[in-house]
């Protein structure tokens, strides 16, 4: 589980994040870049499957779990940069028939771009 200081969880926060427009794409999921921090704070992450993705709960619930399992062994790591405020992992379909292995790729991919 992702420790609760790297959690982003305001609705405001997500708002937030997808109004600064700073995008990035790679196999199947989009990651929305928040403002360049200027404090202290490590950076707060959120992970989107939206019901268009998949209507039953367990499969969107997968999708959200694997990602977020590969971002916590990349903090785990050290590879993560603190230089965003935020982070938003948006799923598309392409993540349905993949494995953990695939969406693991994709995740760090789009961790090194940063």
Sequence with gaps: MLPKEYRLKKRSAYAATYRTGNTLHKDGITLFLGKVKQNEYP????FVVSKKIH???VKRNRIKRLMRE???LLIKEGA???KYISLIF???SKLLNMDYNGIND????LVYKL
């Design 90 to 92: 948006v799923a598309s």
């Design 55 to 57: 209507k039953r709960a």
């Design 106 to 109: 994709a995740v760090r991919k």
């Design 70 to 72: 590969s971002y916590r």
């Design 43 to 46: 950076t707060r992450v959120g």
């Design 80 to 82: 993560v940069s603190d």
